[in-house]
C-alpha cells in the first residue's frame, strides 16, 4: 500500500518557506563522478575544500584536457551548475543554419493536466500505438504498405495524452523491450519527438506531423535483411552499406503510402543526414533535411544511448546528454539539442536517482518551476531495504527527519541495484499508489527511527 510522504512538520500545512533560498545552491548542483566530467561544463563545488586544491577559482568552466585530468586526480565527484552550463552553451557563436529562420521557438505548451490523473489513459495510449507500430513493421517486412489513416489515429492520441502529462509517457518509455526493439525504439523516438515539439511550442497540427515522422523515420529498415538487422555485433563495411540503405528503402515505401505526411517521408530518407554534411544518404545535400528530421534525429541518438543492445549496454540520462551535447553543431542542431534537454529536465520521469540521505527513488513527474525537485517514489533506503514505494512530492519536502537538506544527488544505474521500471509496472506498482497519492502527512523517517 502506498504510504504518502509530504513535509515533514507537525502542521496541517506546510508551503514552501522564504528560508528555501538556502537550499538555492544545492538545487542547482548536480552530483557528477570526475569520469563522467565533460569540456563545457560548469565545476560549481568540489568534494573537499578549494583551499587544498591547486584550482585558482571557486567554480570554473571545464575548457581543457589539463583541466579534466587535474580535476580527477584531486577529486571523486563534483558537483556541476546546470543552469550556468546552459547558459554557456546558449552563448556559443554557431554557425547560422537555415533552420534558424524556418524554426521560429517559442515557449513550451503548458501541461493540461497532471502525472496521477493521465497515468492510466497514457498507458493504454501507448500501448495500443506500440502495438499499431510492431503491426506495421510486420506488415512491411511481408511485403505490405503502411496504413496513413490508422495511424495517425494513434498519433492524435499520444499527442493529446504528452499535452495532458510529457512526464507520464516519458516514463512509459523507460519500458524497454528488449525482445522488439525496433518497434519500442520508434515509438520510444515518436514520444520523445512530440514532447520535444511540446518544448519549442509547437501546435498541436505540427506536433502530429512530427510525431508521424518520429513513427515511421526507421520504417526501411524492415526491408533489411534479417540477418543484418538484428546481428548482435559490429557491422562488416558490406553489411553497414546495406544497412545504410534502409533510408532509401523507407523514403520510396512512404512515397507510395496514401496520404503520407510529406516530411516523414523526407524524415525517413534524411534522419541520419548531419547539419555539416556528413552522414547519409551521401548523394543529398546536407541542407535537404528539415527540423523536422532534426527534432527525430536527437530523439533517435538519445533512445538509443538509453537503451541494452545485445552489443552495447545502456548510459544514464546524464551520459546521453553529454553525447548529444558534443555532436551539437556539427551532427545536430544546437537549438535543438538544448531544448530537448530542457524538455527532460535534468532528472527524467522513470530515472532512478541517489537522494542526499542516502535512500534510492524513481522519478515521477517533473516540476517546471524547480526542476530539481521532482515529485519521486522512495524504493530502498540507505540499507537498500524496501521502503514500500513511498511517494514524496520533493517542493514541498525539504528535510528529511534529522533536519537535513533532502535533494537528489544524481542519477544511478538501476541495474547496480538489481531495479527496473517494468518490475514496477508489471505489479502495477505505480497505478496503485497513484490512485492512493494524498496530501496525508505520513513521515517514513519517524516510522523507520521507531
Not at 526507421?218 to 538484428?230: H, Q, S, T
Request: aromatic share 8%; glycine share 4%.
Amino acid at each position: 500500500m502506498l504510504k504518502t510522504l509530504s513535509p515533514f512538520s507537525k502542521k496541517k500545512e506546510q508551503k514552501i518557506p522564504r528560508s528555501f533560498s538556502k537550499y538555492a545552491s544545492v538545487l542547482d548542483q548536480v552530483y557528477t563522478r570526475v569520469n563522467d566530467l565533460r569540456i563545457g561544463m560548469y565545476v560549481s563545488k568540489l568534494d573537499k575544500p578549494w583551499t587544498e586544491t591547486s584550482f585558482k577559482f571557486q567554480g570554473f568552466l571545464i575548457e581543457t584536457e589539463q583541466e579534466l585530468i587535474t580535476l580527477r586526480d584531486t577529486c571523486e565527484h563534483v558537483y556541476i551548475d546546470i543552469t550556468k552550463q546552459k547558459q554557456i552553451l546558449s552563448d556559443v557563436k554557431r554557425k547560422p543554419d537555415r533552420f534558424s529562420n524556418i524554426l521560429n521557438i517559442s515557449d513550451p505548451i503548458e501541461k493540461l493536466g497532471t502525472f496521477e490523473k493521465e497515468f492510466e489513459r497514457a498507458q493504454k495510449t501507448y500501448h495500443n500505438s506500440k502495438e499499431l507500430v510492431s503491426e506495421i513493421m510486420t506488415k512491411v517486412a511481408e511485403g505490405g504498405g503502411v496504413d496513413t489513416i490508422q495511424a495517425e489515429g494513434a498519433i492524435a492520441e499520444c499527442v493529446d495524452s504528452v499535452l495532458h502529462s510529457p512526464d507520464a509517457f516519458l516514463w512509459l518509455s523507460q519500458l524497454k523491450d528488449r525482445d522488439n526493439y525496433t518497434a519500442q525504439h520508434s515509438m520510444n523516438v515518436c514520444v520523445l519527438s512530440i514532447v520535444l515539439g511540446r518544448q519549442i511550442g509547437l501546435k498541436t497540427e505540427q506536433l502530429n506531423q512530427v510525431a508521424m515522422c518520429g513513427m515511421m523515420y526507421d520504417i526501411g529498415k524492415m526491408l533489411v535483411p534479417l540477418e543484418i538487422l538484428n546481428k548482435p555485433g559490429k557491422l562488416s563495411p558490406a553489411e553497414a552499406s546495406i544497412m545504410q540503405e534502409h533510408t532509401v528503402l523507407g523514403y520510396e515505401l512512404l512515397s507510395s503510402s496514401p496520404n503520407m505526411f510529406k516530411g516523414a517521408i523526407e524524415t525517413a530518407l534524411t534522419h541520419h543526414k548531419h547539419i555539416d554534411g556528413r552522414g547519409y544518404p551521401k548523394n543529398i545535400p546536407s541542407n535537404t533535411a528539415s527540423y523536422f528530421s532534426n527534432i527525430v534525429s536527437i530523439a533517435d541518438i538519445y533512445d538509443a544511448l538509453t537503451s541494452d543492445r545485445p552489443y552495447k549496454k545502456s548510459r544514464t540520462h546524464l551520459e546521453a546528454i553529454q553525447v548529444l551535447y558534443r555532436l551539437s553543431g556539427n551532427h545536430l542542431n544546437p537549438q535543438l539539442v538544448v531544448k530537448f534537454i530542457e524538455s527532460l529536465s535534468v532528472y527524467p520521469p522513470g530515472s532512478f536517482v541517489k537522494m542526499s540521505n542516502g535512500s534510492i527513488a524513481m522519478v515521477l513527474e517533473v516540476n517546471s518551476k524547480l526542476k530539481l525537485r521532482p515529485k519521486i517514489m522512495l524504493i530502498l533506503d540507505k540499507n537498500m531495504q524496501l521502503l514500500g514505494d513511498v511517494v514524496i512530492d520533493l517542493t514541498k519536502t525539504l528535510t528529511d527527519f534529522s533536519g537535513n537538506a533532502l535533494s537528489i544527488t544524481g542519477i544511478i544505474k538501476p541495474d547496480d541495484y538489481q531495479i527496473t521500471a517494468s518490475n514496477y509496472y508489471e505489479k502495477n506498482v505505480i497505478v496503485d499508489s497513484l490512485a492512493q497519492f494524498s496530501p496525508k502527512k505520513v513521515s517514513i523517517f519517524r516510522r523507520q527511527r521507531a
